[in-house]
């Protein structure tokens, strides 16, 4: 059974860098995008950055802080993220997709539980 799982997540002040991981265990995923959402209380979940077969997609408001990588051999994703605002506080989510262009929630299949990441100001 395929599953996704993060880590790393927590309280950093406003400033401070976090490195989320997704690590992928049941099955190997090199032919899905694998992307990173994030989602605040009564609020939909947003797609935060993606890395499939056509590159790498970042949302606006994480360009130039956030990274995405994967690690093939590890079967892992990774987040990098930098210069982190009180803004970028949410739950964040791995998920994964069929799909190299997926950008929408719906387009993902496989989910991890999520990781809450805090951001203070």
């Known amino acids: 059974q395929a599953q996704l799982a993060e880590s790393g997540g927590g309280l950093v002040q406003t400033g401070g860098s976090l490195t989320l991981s997704c690590a992928a265990s049941?099955?190997?995923?090199?032919?899905?995008?694998m992307g990173w959402f994030r989602q605040v209380p009564g609020k939909e979940r947003d797609i935060v950055a993606r890395?499939?077969?056509?590159?790498?997609y970042y949302a606006d408001s994480v360009k130039g802080r956030f990274t995405i990588y994967r690690d093939y051999a590890k079967n892992t994703l990774y987040l990098q993220m930098n210069s982190l605002k009180p803004e970028d506080t949410a739950v964040y989510y791995c998920?994964?997709?069929?799909?190299?262009?997926?950008?929408?929630?719906?387009?993902?299949?496989?989910w991890g539980q999520g990781t809450q990441v805090t951001v203070s100001s």
């Open positions: 998920a994964a997709s069929p799909l190299n262009w997926g950008m929408d929630e719906n387009q993902y299949t496989y």
């Open positions: 049941g099955r190997t995923f090199t032919n899905y995008a």
């Open positions: 890395v499939s077969g056509i590159g790498t």
